[in-house]
């Protein structure tokens, strides 16, 4: 099948589809008629959305196997996929020092190897096909970095400079690159982020952890500046219907605040500025002791 092919409904693929921005982004575009195909690492927790007449997967960003099984799956019943939505993806929280190096690797895995290698894998047929859609869902942390989340904000960076790469390269395809950069989404897995960070009570960071979660915890608590996955829903929708959709949509004051402040700030002024909203709890002794 090809894009001509007016009777044809356009087929989206989800990844992260089992909560979230995925799941709710999944329900939207089967809303907007989507042949939806909503994909998990387990497949069995997308029951919700099946009942709604998405058709379920397995596919694990980390595990090529699963990528090749699903993309060939979509391909062999509909052609090719108009719409992809690199959702899939975690925070790796903690300390630059104290975050394993398995952590580390993990974190890119899932945030950027596995995106830009289920990318590969259905470009041929978009190509193929002289049109297509890759929304990669980031993050306003793309452009601004807080403390204790230095994994998760380098591989969104990462995304960034993917991104950017990838629009240009396939533009003359006709495959649009979209990137989506929202800030914080109220889902169970905000509380489980800041609820993994862990660190000694004699560590020489304990009273920025401290303070960290005291921030995050009254945030979460007070719902300020989190969105909902509906509403980034919503736009990931208008991105894939849009004739000519932006290359980036930035939603929310603190994805939209926070990115301009890191460029009008310099760096020292940023960090000041980070140094006020993360007030560690207890802060070491100076050494006194006689310089030798």
Do not use: C
Request: proline share 5%; hydrophobic share 40%.
């Amino acid at each position: 099948m090809n894009s001509s092919d007016t009777s044809r409904r356009p087929v989206a693929l989800i990844t992260g589809a089992s909560s979230g921005i995925g799941q709710a982004t999944a329900q939207a575009l089967l809303d907007a008629g989507y042949v939806t195909y909503a994909t998990a690492r387990r497949p069995e927790t997308l029951g919700e959305l099946t009942a709604r007449g998405a058709h379920a997967l397995r596919l694990d960003t980390t595990d090529e196997d699963s990528m090749i099984a699903a993309v060939r799956a979509v391909e062999a019943d509909h052609g090719h996929i108009d719409v992809l939505v690199n959702n899939a993806g975690y925070g790796e929280m903690g300390l630059v020092e104290e975050v394993t190096l398995d952590g580390w690797r993990r974190q890119f895995e899932t945030n950027v190897f596995g995106l830009v290698r289920l990318t590969q894998l259905v470009l041929p047929g978009m190509r193929r096909a002289g049109s297509g859609r890759i929304i990669n869902v980031g993050s306003g942390g793309g452009e601004f970095t807080f403390p204790l989340a230095g994994a998760y904000h380098a591989s969104k960076y990462a995304l960034e400079a993917v991104s950017d790469a990838l629009r240009f390269e396939v533009r003359p395809f006709g495959v649009e690159v979209v990137l989506i950069q929202p800030s914080p989404v109220r889902t169970p897995l905000a509380t489980t982020t800041v609820d993994a960070i862990r660190t000694a009570p004699d560590s020489p960071y304990a009273g920025l952890v401290a303070a960290f979660r005291q921030l995050s915890e009254r945030n979460i608590a007070s719902g300020r500046g989190f969105l909902s996955a509906e509403s980034v829903a919503r736009v990931i929708v208008e991105a894939a219907q849009a004739r000519r959709p932006r290359p980036r949509y930035k939603l929310g004051a603190v994805a939209q605040t926070l990115s301009l402040l890191r460029h009008l700030l310099s760096d020292r002024s940023w960090d000041a500025l980070l140094g006020r909203m993360y007030r560690p709890a207890a802060s070491p002794a100076p050494d006194r002791r006689a310089r030798a």
